[in-house]
């Protein structure tokens, strides 16, 4: 079944199904041939052929389940076994990192190879011919959407657990000795790891009851006007906790930058490099 949050395409009206059981038929007469067409057409690109990569036993059987299922829902009309297989294709690419324009590929490719067959049975009967084309088009178009539905929706999965397992790598804060912390920053900064970051080290000032901290800036490629106003909160933000914030690794260029964008720094207390600021904070925990 599938979930509340993934809604599956209606499935084919009567009118579309004559369509779809010509196809059908080719599909299986020629399905040898149309993959192996397929796959020699991708081979030249890498990412899609990452697609044939499993073994040839894994291979043959999920053939041989993807056949059945395309059967049994056109047949059948058991069309929700097959939207799911398509859901989980999706998936699957996302996982091996396949680009979106090559699982794109895939499906055009079979298009590619079987039309000229459709060509061929029903030249002679050009409604009939276009009906199954038209069903061909229709149901790949079908797979491709929700291909591409579950690839973003797991390709966002993948990065919200990426984000979140980064944030659990982030550097913590640390006690450099008695009311003395140091916060290292390191990488990019965006409003929510800023403001993940502004909560751990007014929690640990708390903690520790420290008097002092220093938030060293050395490993941040961009310290932009977000960046220093959040720096700016902070300070103001622990100065009501009752410590003090030395903030250290901010570059003359990058200090010039900021002031010529208006930045106020006036408030913050700020030496050039990471010694220099353990030294005044040893100064100010004295």
Excluded: C
């Excluded at 599956?8 to 080719?26: A, K, S, T, V, Y």
């Excluded at 397992?165 to 990488?187: D, H, K, S």
């Excluded at 640990?204 to 220093?214: M, T």
């Excluded at 903030?247 to 200090?255: K, M, R, Y």
């Amino acid at each position: 079944m599938a979930s509340a949050d993934r809604v599956n395409p209606p499935d084919p009206g009567p009118g579309e199904l004559r369509g779809l059981r010509d196809f059908l038929e080719i599909y299986e007469a020629h399905f040898d041939e149309a993959m192996s067409r397929s796959m020699s057409m991708l081979a030249a690109d890498a990412p899609a052929g990452q697609v044939g990569s499993a073994g040839p036993v894994e291979e043959e059987v999920k053939t041989q389940e993807n056949r059945l299922l395309i059967r049994h829902a056109i047949l059948d009309g058991e069309w929700e076994p097959y939207w799911n297989d398509m859901r989980s294709m999706g998936a699957t690419f996302a996982r091996m990192g396949l680009m979106f324009p090559a699982w794109v590929k895939i499906v055009n490719a079979l298009h590619t190879v079987l039309a000229p067959h459709l060509l061929k049975a029903h030249r002679e009967d050009p409604d009939r011919l276009v009906a199954a084309m038209e069903a061909m088009t229709g149901l790949m178009d079908r797979a491709i959407a929700l291909i591409g539905d579950e690839y973003l929706r797991t390709k966002e999965e993948t990065i919200g657990e990426q984000r979140d397992a980064l944030r659990e790598l982030w550097t913590p804060v640390l006690q450099v000795r008695e009311r003395m912390l140091l916060l290292p920053i390191i990488g990019m900064v965006d409003s929510q790891r800023a403001q993940q970051l502004t909560e751990d080290l007014l929690r640990a000032i708390r903690d520790n009851r420290a008097r002092v901290a220093v938030v060293d800036i050395t490993g941040v490629p961009v310290v932009d006007t977000r960046v220093a106003n959040h720096l700016i909160q902070t300070v103001e933000a622990a100065r009501l906790m009752g410590a003090e914030v030395i903030v250290t690794g901010l570059s003359a260029e990058v200090a010039q930058a900021l002031v010529a964008l208006g930045v106020e720094l006036g408030k913050v207390n700020t030496i050039g490099d990471l010694r220099g600021g353990l030294e005044e904070a040893e100064r100010l925990a004295a």
